[in-house]
C-alpha cells in the first residue's frame, strides 16, 4: 500500500486548507485511515480517524469542530477540511492506514502505513 498526501501550504490565521491522502496498491485491505501531525521539535500527535467502511470519526480535541474528516471511497482518498486555522495548527501532516482492526485509531503504532507528509504553515 502507497500513500500519497497533499494539499498543504501556507495559510493565514483564520483560513482554510484541504489536505487530500490516496491509497493505492492493495487498498481492499485497509481498515483505517487517520491523520496525525507533527510540530517542529514535538512528538507526531493524532488529529482524526476513521474507518474506510464506516461511520464514526474521531477527533483530537484540539481540532473538534474546526476539522472535517472525509473519505470517499470509490477514488480511496481520504480527506482532512481544515477549517479556522491557527498558527498552532502548523506542522508536518501525515496520514496513515491500517489493517489491524485490533488497535486504537488514537495510536500511531496501529498504523502499518504512512505517507510522506504534507506541511502546513498557518500565519498569524
Known amino acids: 500500500v502507497q500513500l500519497q498526501a497533499s494539499g498543504g501550504g501556507l495559510v493565514q490565521a483564520g483560513g482554510s486548507l484541504r489536505l487530500s491522502c490516496a491509497a493505492s496498491?492493495?487498498?481492499?485491505?485497509?481498515?483505517?485511515v487517520g491523520w496525525f501531525r507533527q510540530a517542529p521539535g514535538k512528538e507526531r500527535e493524532f488529529v482524526a480517524a476513521?474507518?474506510?467502511?464506516?461511520?464514526?470519526?474521531y477527533y483530537a480535541d484540539s481540532v473538534k469542530g474546526r476539522f472535517t474528516m472525509s473519505r470517499d471511497n470509490a477514488k480511496n482518498t481520504a480527506y482532512l477540511q481544515m477549517n479556522s486555522l491557527k498558527p498552532e495548527d502548523t506542522a508536518v501532516y501525515y496520514c496513515?492506514?491500517?489493517?489491524?482492526?485490533?488497535?486504537?485509531?488514537?495510536?500511531?503504532?496501529?498504523?502499518?502505513?504512512w505517507g510522506q507528509g504534507t506541511q502546513v504553515t498557518v500565519s498569524s
Open positions: 476513521t474507518r474506510w467502511r464506516g461511520t464514526t470519526t
Open positions: 496498491g492493495r487498498t481492499s485491505s485497509l481498515y483505517g
Open positions: 496513515a492506514c491500517r489493517e489491524d482492526y485490533s488497535g486504537s485509531s488514537y495510536a500511531l503504532g496501529s498504523y502499518e502505513y
